[in-house]
């Protein structure tokens, strides 16, 4: 048991997955127990799953429990979305809660729970109406929203690097 606060980070099927160690050593980094949730189509190589849970010290959550079965982690004092995909944003705006993942945005939203994303959304699919309208839904909700892009350049033709950062410093700056 212990006193700090704790984060739930729910992870979406996108390359930067890959990556979510850096979300996680930086929560850790600043004081948060953290959890990871990830879409079933995320555990399927998106990012390597036993090395999450040892950086963690926790399984990692995709599916839902049974009843009866004690609860992995605690109640979230915060949530970070990285990556988050177009099928998350529009599935958790539409109240669509057929994955742990998306239930549990839409649980920990109507519970005033503080929620960061961080998209990972190609810019054609971002300008589809119904993704511009999901965003527009759940800033309404309260959920925060970054560009983990912000401020980088593209340099020579290298993929610009994904801020996980960002999604903590919503969470203390909102």
């Not at 036993?50 to 839902?64: D, L």
């Not at 511009?132 to 993929?159: I, N, T």
Request: glycine content about 10%; overall charge negative.
């Amino acid at each position: 048991m212990t006193d700090k606060p704790f984060l739930y980070a729910v992870v979406c099927a996108a390359g930067v997955a890959a990556d979510v160690s850096k979300l996680i050593t930086a929560a850790q980094e600043r004081d948060w127990e953290i959890g990871v949730i990830a879409t079933p189509t995320a555990m399927n190589g998106f990012f390597d799953a036993a090395g999450v849970e040892t950086q963690t010290g926790r399984p990692i959550r995709s599916a839902w429990r049974r009843p009866g079965d004690p609860r992995p982690f605690p109640a979230p004092d915060a949530v970070v979305v990285a990556p988050a995909t177009f099928n998350t944003v529009n599935k958790w705006a539409a109240g669509i809660a057929d994955t742990l993942a998306v239930g549990t945005l839409c649980e920990a939203a109507g519970l005033g729970v503080p929620i960061a994303v961080l998209p990972c959304v190609a810019d054609a699919l971002a300008a589809h109406p119904a993704y511009r309208d999901a965003v527009a839904r759940l800033r309404d909700m309260g959920v925060r929203f970054a560009d983990p892009y912000a401020g980088e350049g593209e340099r020579d033709g290298e993929r610009r690097e994904f801020g996980w950062e960002r999604g903590l410093d919503l969470l203390r700056d909102g």
